[in-house]
Structures are given as C-alpha cells and as structure tokens.
C-alpha cells in the first residue's frame, strides 16, 4: 500500500488529453512537500518528468505539465503519442512521527488506444 | 553530463549481505549540492526509496525507517562513488536497486543509474 494514491491505468486515444491524479495526506503533499513526476519504459530506470510540481526538465515536451492543490497533484498529458505508453509515478516526502521519508506513488501504467 | 553506473552482484544468499556500488561521473559524491541515493522497485512494494549520504561540511546519512536496522550506505571520495549495504536479507529484498542523484533534500531525483536486479534466493 502506497502513501501515495494513483489510479492503476489510465487510457486515451492519439491526440486526446489524459491527467494522472496522485492523493496524498496531512503528513506529506497536505503538508506543503512538493511533488516530482517520473516517466518509466519498460525495462529502463524511471526518467524525471516534472520537478517541485510544475516545472520541465530540458527536453521534456511542453505536452507534460502538472499541477497540485491542497493534499493532491496531477499529471496532464495533451496531445497524446503511442510514445507515452509507459507507467507514471509520482513522488513526494512525508513526516509522521515515525520518521521522515521520501515516498512514491505506486504507479500508473497508461496505455495509448 | 552526469552518468551513474552501478555494479554489484545479482544473487544473494538469505541472511547475508546485499552490496552494490555507484559509480559517479560528471559530478562529485563531495557535492555541497547533491545528495545520493538508493532506490528500489519490486512487484509488491512498487518504488521505495532507501537512503542517502550527502555533504554537507560533514557526511550525513538518511535511510528509511523500513530498513533502517539492517542498511548502510557510504561514500568513497577516493573512488567518486558509494555504496549500498543491506544486510540480513530475505527473498522480500528480491528488488530492482537503483541509485540515484537529488540536488537538494527532498528533491526529485534527476539522474539514475541502470539499475541492478538483484535476487536474494539460496
């Protein structure tokens, strides 16, 4: 069980716009830590997609943005490619009393139709 | 440009010690910048991360508390790399380790090794 939620698939059909929701609590997104997108093809390591929760690296399409408000993020995806076929994660960090973490949402595999 | 490669053995024996090594290039493991990391990815436990070592006028370490008993991660300036130990290990650590760079505490992590898969099984 994640920290953070994420629907386990989502699907859209070429050219169309998707968004990946990612719920947190009170002790982690709730508590003001940002939020941290990653892209991951199979069998490769997961690749930075969005950083401190709306900002692109260098090469990544302005077709990716993401957003956050109170305890949760999005991931939108417009003008949807048969490249983007991949699973998203997000990532946040958390503070409870039983210690202080980095923490992942448990993945969401998108599937262009 | 900044590249992490990993090595390390992909089979290891229950009760005994996991060991893997990242290799830093482009950037150094002394960074006042950066932090280094190790993350892994397995079916049941999606991504976890494990800990950290920085520098900051001195070395610090962070680890998860989920491992905090049995991990020891440790840089080697000499080598510009560090290290991954996780010992005690059960077929539960069956696991994709990977390392990884973050630029500040709590920051995404922007570049990643290739990853190791490593199996722990007699």
């Known amino acids: 069980q994640s920290v953070l939620t994420q629907p386990p698939s989502v699907s859209g059909a070429p050219g169309q716009r998707v968004t990946i929701s990612c719920t947190g609590s009170s002790s982690n997104i709730g508590a003001g830590y940002d939020v941290h997108w990653y892209q991951q093809l199979p069998g490769t390591a997961p690749k930075l997609l969005i950083y401190?929760?709306?900002n692109r690296p260098s090469g990544v399409p302005d077709r990716f943005s993401g957003s956050k408000s109170g305890t949760s993020a999005s991931l939108a995806i417009t003008g949807l490619q048969a490249e983007d076929e991949a699973n998203y994660y997000c990532?946040?960090?958390?503070?409870?009393?039983?210690?202080?973490?980095?923490?992942f949402g448990g993945g969401t595999m998108l599937t262009v139709l | 440009q900044v590249q992490l490669q990993q090595s390390g053995p992909g089979l290891v024996k229950p009760s005994q010690t996991l060991s893997l090594t990242c290799a830093i290039s482009g950037d150094s493991v002394s960074s006042n910048s950066a932090a280094w990391n190790w993350i892994r990815q397995s079916p049941s436990r999606g991504l976890e991360w494990l800990g950290r070592t920085y520098y900051r006028s001195k070395w610090h370490n962070d680890y998860a508390v989920s491992v905090k008993s049995r991990i020891i991660i440790n840089p080697d300036t000499s080598k510009n790399q560090f290290s991954l130990q996780l010992n005690s290990v059960t077929p539960e650590d069956t696991a994709v380790y990977y390392c990884?760079?973050?630029?500040?505490?709590?920051?995404?992590?922007?570049?990643w090794g290739q990853g190791t898969m490593v199996t722990v099984s007699s």
């Open positions: 990532q946040s960090y958390d503070s409870s009393l039983s210690g202080s973490d980095v923490v």
């Open positions: 401190v929760n709306r």
């Open positions: 990884g760079r973050s630029l500040t505490l709590g920051a995404a992590f922007d570049i």
